[in-house]
């Protein structure tokens, strides 16, 4: 019987590897191994004391640095100096102006001072509405008036309520049966009536924009143009 010494682990290292591969290889004599070989043989190496002396580098960590972001913070408007200014706050001041002065001139007059309305179309007003998309009170009218062929013409009327510009000023003549021919206002057209002791009466369409109309309901009695106006919102 022949006895074989047992095998030792052969311990092969690559030239360029960052760690050892203990594998078991049968034992070869240096005439058997190729040129093609590319792991070197140690035998009877003590692998506890290669490791020992073996220098192991760390892992370094590669933390990419986080992106920076710019940031525009935008800047208030300057003036480049103080009349600059006082010139923009006179523009602003010069357009909140104009639209109030427009807005203004949209109302018209509808009494004279100190003119007086007689009771009838007083206690009418109290409670006459004018519906439409906006329901609406009637107002009072009593203007100073002094013509001698009854009412006055659509430009005359629209001097009388200081419309901005009379001359071309939207103004229609209506009869009161037709402008109320579902008999809404008889109420207001008979008190209107009964204070220009029974003259005649006739309404004025007056166009304020192209979404508000007024009606006026206008007699005349004792130099004086007296009625009821309401607004009717038709959009």
Known sequence: MTLTSPRTPNLHLHPHAHAFVLVLTPDISPSQMSSRTPLRRFNNLNLGSLLRKQDILPRTANF???????????RPLKMSNDDDYMAFLNKANQDTGAGASTQAKAVFKAKDQDAEVPKAIVDVCKKAVYTSDADEPFEEVSLKWQGKNGLPTETEFAKLIDHSSPES?????????????????????????EASHGNDVRVYQVTRDSTRIEYW???????????AKALSVES
Do not use: C, F, M, N
């Open 64 to 74: 990419s640095r986080p992106s920076q972001r710019l940031i525009s913070i935008s």
């Open 169 to 193: 000023a939207e103004i229609q003549i209506l009869d009161p049966l037709s402008w109320d021919s579902h008999g809404k206002y008889t109420d207001v057209i008979e008190a209107v009536r």
């Open 217 to 227: 309901v206008i007699s005349h009695a004792d130099g004086k143009l007296i009625g």
